[in-house]
């Protein structure tokens, strides 16, 4: 398999949250990745102190050009996640538009993060840059549901509520859009996590279809950082394998998340010790000790074709 | 295995040297690996273009401070390659110490990059460093011949002159990666054993990267066997330079040579070999 991705993402010294997350499980997929650190940092900002230092929009350009005056500036793919700067982000804009210029076929994969449970924990005026710019450029979309509710100024307060929202991500841009989590009710009960997916696709006979899907992961009663970025690459990757099966992809990438998160809150839980909660360091995920799941994960969880 | 590596290398957008050379392959088995990046550049100086930015002394103290705040600052191991600023690998050693001190067992291997071929592509004033600082605090040290004669001093024209006093500066493990000895058997030998590979005609970048994890990994699972450590080591690098070399060559076309860009090492394609090489040389001990 002969496929490359240009990953923009953070970079943190100790720990897995964007290109870290990122980067180890689709290379052991067996794709090529080229990582933009858009950040250097010593660790997550969950922890109590993290330290280090920013790429600027400027310096994102000029890395860009490095790649570009050797005439490697091809990609299969583009993966993009947590971004704080405007200027950043539109360079980044500027940078898959030239990519698709050059390779017309290339999937842009972005996250749009912007926050979660009803507050933004980047600045305000990343949203326009997003609606008006990025979504437009984006392939496949990962929104959680306080971003797509961002993204499209509508609320969601019923699964038909998501799927219209849905629908009209589609119309900014995206043939792909997966609802990473929602405050929706599970039927099987609160202790899952709905999260919903939709993809157009054009049938061979050159008609259009929509793909729509609900797939339910069990809660964990623990905060982990990381398994955004952990979700998009692997929906990245097994969406590559299966471009038009999202309930196909959707059952791998969850699966993985499962059997990582499973691994970790174990771990994570011995090291606290018995009736302590784990802290930021021992929630990190166990990522190379998951080697085997992102290699070949067993299914654990069935999407309902909706 | 809960073994965690502190590397400090650079990055490269695309391509395998520094710390993407080591990373990926140390992963696969089963290392946690934290990394700081000297540099972040678009890709190795090989290439006829290249652009980005370096981390200075002070920044690399910044995000070692924000390890240390949290109180993560234990390691089993320290990994170091290729660095040009002197006050930056001074950082590296305050760094290497204050580990040590924190966990005496720490192992801390040093590829002390230097050049090659009888010529420096580092400033010269990196030597007095590595051979008056860096060295002393090194458990397994990697240099190349030219690199073993800056730090003693001494030109090496039998096997025991340089090893000898290398271990006296400080490392219990060294290994010369490459020399231009000749001898009954090849090219190429390391303190009581001697290890040969097969010559490629082309020039790799990223192999010694690639070559001093591997030896951290290797040497970690059998720490008394230096032999096996390296005939693993070796194996590794063979697997990749010939997999890279194919594919290059088909990339290139007939009779013509690769480039940079087509001889970036296969690695990905590479992690059966990574974990799990075969074997394909022997070291024969002296």
Redesign the interface.
């Given at each position: 398999m002969e496929c490359r991705v240009l990953s923009i993402q953070s970079?943190v010294?100790?720990g897995y949250v964007g290109n870290k997350s990122a980067?180890?499980p689709l290379?052991?997929l067996?794709?090529?990745?080229?990582?933009?650190?858009s950040v250097?940092?010593?660790?997550h900002t969950g922890?109590?102190?993290?330290?280090?230092?920013v790429?600027t929009a400027e310096?994102l350009n000029?890395?860009?050009?490095?790649?570009k005056?050797?005439?490697?500036n091809h990609y299969d793919y583009i993966l993009t996640g947590y971004t704080r700067d405007t200027s950043f982000l539109e360079t980044v804009v500027d940078i898959v538009q030239e990519l698709k210029r050059l390779n017309p076929k290339l999937v842009y994969v972005c996250d749009p993060v912007m926050g979660d449970q009803g507050s933004m924990y980047v600045p305000e005026n990343i949203l326009p840059v997003y609606r008006d710019q990025v979504v437009a450029v984006a392939d496949i979309l990962t929104p959680n549901q306080f971003e797509a509710e961002l993204l499209t100024g509508r609320t969601i307060s019923t699964e038909k509520d998501a799927l219209d929202v849905m629908e009209l991500l589609h119309q900014m841009g995206p043939d792909t859009v997966v609802l990473t989590s929602t405050d929706l009710t599970s039927p099987h009960g609160d202790q899952f996590l709905v999260a919903l997916g939709s993809q157009k696709m054009v049938r061979t006979d050159g008609s259009k279809s929509t793909q729509k899907i609900r797939i339910e992961m069990p809660k964990v009663d623990a905060v982990f950082v990381g398994t955004g970025d952990l979700f998009t690459a692997m929906l990245l990757a097994w969406s590559h394998h299966h471009p038009n099966d999202l309930k196909a992809a959707c059952e791998k990438t969850v699966s993985v998340l499962h059997h990582v998160i499973k691994r970790t809150i174990t771990y994570a839980n011995e090291m606290a010790g018995p009736g302590k909660r784990p802290n930021p360091?021992q929630l990190e995920l166990r990522?190379?000790?998951s080697?085997k799941d992102i290699e070949d994960p067993d299914i654990v969880v069935e999407a309902t074709i909706l």
């Open positions: 970079h010294v100790r980067t180890f290379q052991v067996g794709f090529e990745v080229d990582s933009i650190n250097q940092f010593s660790n922890y109590t102190h993290w330290k280090g230092q790429l310096e000029v890395l860009y050009e490095g790649i005056l050797n005439n490697v360091a990522m190379v000790q080697k």
